[in-house]
């Protein structure tokens, strides 16, 4: 089949998801291992839904982390951030080594009664790569997830009569800057 003949709007979904995926990997692979405030939470919950633990086991007041079983090298993730977590000054190269364990061990998540169908997903890397291989793959695959949602929002757009502005306006709603612009 020639990829030419395939519709217009299929053409510009995968140039779209092509960038922003790209992007996205990018980023991915950029930033320190958990830099993000709540990203241990979220990979303990993706090591977790992936290995049958929708839920886990929830804490015994409103608002407590949920308990879960997890390989060590996705349990641990923690405590990459001690070191550098809300202090600009210093470099997120003080993070610990992620080691490659696979033993399981009881971690914590307040990730616990969120739906698990993205961390289904986004999870997967962690059943066959261990360390931060692991868990940069995860991010990957999280990120190409959402893309591919941001993709078809785009296209719709692109798909309009009048698609210049909507296309714009779109393309810098989902910026990260745009996104984290401080409330004044």
């Given at each position: 089949?020639?990829?030419?003949?395939?519709?217009?709007?299929?053409?510009?979904?995968?140039?779209?998801?092509a960038?922003?995926?790209?992007?996205?990997?990018?980023w991915?692979?950029?930033?320190p291992?958990?830099?993000?405030p709540?990203?241990?939470?979220?990979?303990?919950?993706?090591?977790?839904?992936?290995?049958?633990?929708?839920?886990?086991?929830p804490?015994?007041?409103?608002?407590?982390?949920?308990?879960?079983?997890?390989?060590?090298?996705?349990?641990?993730?923690?405590?990459?951030?001690?070191?550098?977590?809300?202090?600009?000054?210093?470099?997120?190269?003080?993070?610990?080594?992620?080691?490659?364990?696979?033993?399981?061990?009881?971690?914590?998540?307040?990730?616990?009664?969120?739906?698990?169908?993205?961390?289904?997903?986004?999870?997967?890397?962690?059943l066959?790569?261990?360390?931060?291989?692991?868990?940069?793959?995860?991010?990957?695959?999280?990120?190409?997830?959402?893309?591919?949602?941001?993709?078809v929002?785009?296209?719709?757009?692109?798909?309009?009569?009048?698609?210049?502005?909507?296309?714009?306006?779109?393309?810098?709603?989902?910026?990260?800057?745009?996104c984290?612009?401080?409330?004044?």
């Amino acid at each position: 089949m020639n990829p030419l003949s395939l519709p217009p709007w299929f053409l510009r979904f995968l140039a779209i998801f092509a960038i922003l995926g790209l992007l996205t990997s990018i980023w991915a692979l950029a930033s320190p291992l958990m830099s993000v405030p709540d990203e241990p939470a979220h990979t303990v919950k993706a090591g977790a839904v992936v290995r049958g633990q929708l839920r886990g086991e929830p804490g015994a007041n409103q608002g407590d982390r949920a308990q879960v079983l997890v390989p060590a090298f996705v349990g641990t993730v923690d405590g990459l951030q001690t070191c550098f977590a809300w202090n600009p000054a210093v470099s997120a190269g003080c993070s610990p080594t992620l080691s490659d364990d696979v033993s399981e061990l009881k971690a914590y998540t307040s990730a616990g009664n969120y739906n698990p169908m993205y961390y289904a997903v986004a999870g997967l890397p962690s059943l066959f790569l261990t360390g931060a291989k692991a868990i940069y793959a995860m991010r990957i695959v999280g990120g190409l997830l959402s893309v591919a949602f941001l993709a078809v929002a785009l296209t719709a757009l692109a798909s309009l009569q009048r698609w210049k502005l909507p296309l714009f306006v779109g393309s810098i709603a989902v910026t990260p800057w745009f996104c984290s612009c401080p409330e004044e």
